[in-house]
């Protein structure tokens, strides 16, 4: 469906609202946000005084963290404005959303004059956790509930990347198309169709599940701090577990949403027989929220332990008061601890004997069993149930990818003996003789379809390359932390599988090993990417903390120089070299990423070189880059020194882009050559397409030797550019130090007076900074510290 989308009305500017219009201004919308007017406030006051509660709203977002806007300055997109002097403005905007309080008299009551504002054809959504969508379009004109749906969003809006889109039976199935699309396109969603049920999809099958952990917490005598990190990453589950995760959300959104779901589904026998335990309860009848009134499953006092960190208590499930928590010592934690790989992982923490493994064990088959009978209720597939769950609760897998590593006859087999059963659909599937709820053929991902009886390709399955449906065919090379795949097309994607997909000698050696195969044969180019969570968290540190320690600085300076090389070879290979990112791309990852011929970024991608805060400059070819990049800045009559010195900076600061978009501020990426994509889920395929786009006449680079640098006179400059940090306590002695390494390379070291050097030039001068600073105390003790306690030390 061809739809214009430039500007969108927010009706509400609470957390959601101000939330959603954050995000949609990140992508370029213009946005504007209402609210009531204070109810101390006249009808004559100014308008200042009357767009108070939008204007505080917008003010308080900018200053929250994690910070809701891609970069701070496109605030400028979103316009304030209250409900009585400026809703007849909606006549002029592409989509109105309401954000405003769940209850439907007021919801009803607002659409009522929307419908009298807005013009025809108009798109209009509500953002409800749980109203019926059918019910607040009531009374509504025709035109209005044509182009009426529900849009949910989860909190926060530009980090969870669930949409749900909740048709009802009026509206226009265009109207749904142009949503699930704009949703993946534009907003970068992962997009779900569900039906107008209570809960929908996510909140329905997530806080049962929650609600299920509470109980058998209760019965099984487990603490909160033991089932947190037994339903945390060691189950595939965010690092908050299941009682963080309740403080966070809000104990009481929790208790009305089950109470919702037992009123609103009476036929729900599963909810229907969930009780809330007494300890829940109790949290509820003495305002215990969690975060927003500062007490909940923990309390997070004022007082600070002798390392200066803040002392939490938690909630002693028996005594219902709060008391220091003492450090889970579960056996099944301690055997998950030494599994890698997330469904082995699991698998063990399910089989485990403890009470740690019962908990794990009985939550998910609850989970099965209430999965399977959701179907067709809440929705025709499988797949959008795993959906929302993975993309509204941050699970890394979804209830029937759960099912798939137990098996799915074993797993029907312990569901009936736990007493529960499982739907009539999943009984006939197995009867079928079919073992798994998904399939992996031909690169594409595929999911049993209840009503057809057969598997099908996924949505989006042709435009997400999930390299997991690569693996039943033999990789076109592999080393111990490499996998080359064939993606089509003539297209190669070399995918890190190391530890922390951190770079070292496997990995360097496997980029160069498959660039000789892509030039050698009969490939168009090559990706670098993954589908992990982190694209790279740089180089090997403990590689590097290993030789200088040692004192082997020979081998220091070959691993190093492999670097280098490894970069230099992506930077000028006979065919394009694409790099796909996400999550974290520091160091050595962000110099890769330089060297390619273009990236595809997703927006939540966090790029910097930031070996500063190891006592290090980047070495391999970062430092280089940025005093290549500032000489190409540099234009006839320019100072030049105001871009060194911004160059300068975001090195000695190891300054971290925390988006795509603010990468291009830093100079991580450049217009013309790195694009941003808001969908995570399509960066290796739009990488594939720049490939392509790229090998069409593609002409292979010719090593620079034009680099203007600007010797001592830069390094001068640069180095009281370094002072003024210590002066303003930025920087301590050492960070000097590192700083002014990274100035002696960006200015091409001791020369007397501008010139242009080479690559190669500065490298060999990077290459000898770097080592220098290996064998610094100072910086050994920062390696040391980075690898202990995994955060920098400021000595």
């Not at 299920?212 to 577990?241: F, N, Y």
């Not at 969690?290 to 208590?313: H, N, P, V, W």
């Not at 698998?347 to 004997?353: L, N």
């Not at 670098?528 to 300076?557: E, K, P, R, S, Y």
Request: proline letters at 4%; glycine letters at 8%; one cysteine or more.
């Amino acid at each position: 469906m061809s739809r214009k989308m430039n500007k969108v009305a927010v009706l509400g500017s609470g957390v959601m609202g101000t939330g959603i219009a954050c995000h949609l201004a990140n992508v370029g919308m213009d946005v504007l946000m209402l609210d009531i007017v204070p109810k101390d406030v006249s009808a004559d006051a100014p308008a200042k005084q009357k767009n108070a509660i939008a204007d505080k709203s917008l003010k308080a977002a900018l200053k929250s963290k994690p910070a809701p806007l891609y970069k701070k300055s496109y605030a400028s997109r979103i316009t304030t404005g209250n409900l009585d002097d400026d809703l007849h403005k909606i006549k002029d905007y592409d989509w109105i959303i309401e954000v405003v309080i769940e209850r439907l008299d007021i919801k009803q009551s607002l659409f009522a004059r929307v419908d009298e504002y807005r013009t025809e054809g108009t798109l209009v959504s509500s953002n409800t956790s749980g109203i019926p969508i059918h019910m607040m379009a009531e009374g509504r004109s025709e035109d209005f509930k044509k182009h009426f749906c529900g849009t949910h969003f989860f909190n926060p809006p530009r980090y969870l990347r669930l949409l749900e889109i909740i048709p009802t039976a009026d509206t226009a199935p265009e109207v749904v198309d142009f949503f699930m699309h704009f949703g993946d396109i534009v907003l970068g969603k992962k997009t779900v169709k569900c039906k107008d049920t209570p809960g929908f999809i996510a909140n329905r099958v997530g806080v049962f599940g929650l609600a299920r952990i509470l109980e058998l917490t209760q019965e099984l005598g487990l603490t909160i701090s033991e089932v947190d990190k037994l339903t945390g990453p060691a189950t595939g589950r965010p690092k908050t577990g299941t009682f963080r995760l309740a403080d966070l959300v809000g104990n009481d959104v929790i208790d009305k949403v089950m109470k919702g779901l037992k009123e609103n589904a009476p036929h729900d026998q599963m909810v229907q027989k969930v009780q809330m335990p007494d300890f829940f309860n109790h949290l509820i009848e003495q305002n215990y929220l969690g975060d927003k009134t500062g007490k909940g499953f923990y309390y997070k006092t004022k007082e600070r332990d002798e390392k200066g960190k803040s002392i939490i208590l938690g909630l002693n499930l028996e005594t219902k008061e709060h008391e220091p928590t003492k450090r889970p010592s579960l056996p099944s934690l301690g055997m998950a601890k030494q599994v890698e790989d997330l469904k082995r992982r699991f698998k063990v923490m399910f089989e485990a004997e403890d009470k740690g493994g019962e908990l794990v064990r009985r939550s998910t088959l609850s989970l099965f069993a209430y999965a399977s009978h959701r179907i067709p209720e809440i929705s025709d597939q499988v797949y959008p149930v795993d959906d929302a769950l993975k993309a509204g609760f941050a699970w890394e897998l979804g209830p029937f990818e759960y099912w798939d590593i137990i098996g799915l006859e074993e797993g029907m087999k312990l569901v009936e003996a736990e007493g529960e059963t499982v739907a009539d659909w999943v009984k006939e599937m197995h009867a079928a003789g079919h073992q798994s709820f998904y399939k992996l053929e031909n690169g594409l991902k595929k999911c049993y379809n209840p009503e057809t009886k057969q598997y099908e390709a996924t949505p989006g399955a042709s435009t997400n390359i999930i390299l997991d449906a690569y693996r039943e065919q033999a990789p076109v090379f592999k080393n111990d932390e490499v996998t080359l795949h064939d993606i089509g097309d003539g297209v190669l994607c070399l995918e890190f599988t190391s530890k922390m997909n951190s770079i070292g000698e496997g990995v360097l050696r496997g980029v160069q090993d498959s660039l000789d195969i892509m030039e050698d044969g009969d490939w168009t180019g090559m990706v670098i990417g993954n589908n992990a969570q982190h694209f790279t968290v740089g180089a090997n540190l403990m590689l590097i903390g290993m030789m200088a320690f040692q004192q082997q600085w020979d081998m220091l300076n070959g691993a190093v120089k492999l670097f280098q090389d490894t970069t230099m070879r992506c930077r000028y290979s006979n065919k394009p070299v694409v790099v796909a990112t996400q999550g974290y791309v520091f160091g050595g990852g962000c110099e890769t990423l330089m060297h390619c011929d273009a990236s595809v970024v997703a927006a939540e991608s966090y790029i910097g070189l930031v070996e500063v805060g190891v006592g290090l400059i980047p070495g391999g070819g970062g430092t280089k880059e940025f005093a290549l990049r500032a000489s190409d800045a540099f234009f006839e009559g320019d100072v030049m020194m105001p871009t060194l010195i911004e160059r300068f900076k975001t090195i000695a600061m190891a300054s971290v882009a925390t988006s795509g978009p603010e990468a291009y501020d830093h100079a991580y990426l450049l217009k013309g050559r790195d694009r941003v994509v808001t969908n995570v889920d399509r960066n290796i395929y739009e990488a594939k397409k720049d490939v392509i786009r790229l090998a069409d006449g593609y002409v292979q680079p010719v090593p620079r030797k034009d680099i203007h640098v600007l010797g001592r006179g830069g390094m001068a400059t640069l180095y009281a550019a370094a002072h003024s940090l210590k002066l303003g306590k930025y920087a301590s002695e050492h960070d000097i130090k590192i700083a002014n390494k990274v100035a002696y390379v960006l200015c091409g070291g001791d020369l007397t007076g501008p010139q242009k050097v080479s690559e190669k030039y500065l490298l060999d001068i990077e290459r000898e900074a770097f080592l220098s600073l290996c064998g610094e105390t100072k910086t050994m003790e920062r390696i040391q510290y980075m690898l202990e306690k995994n955060k920098p030390l400021r000595n």
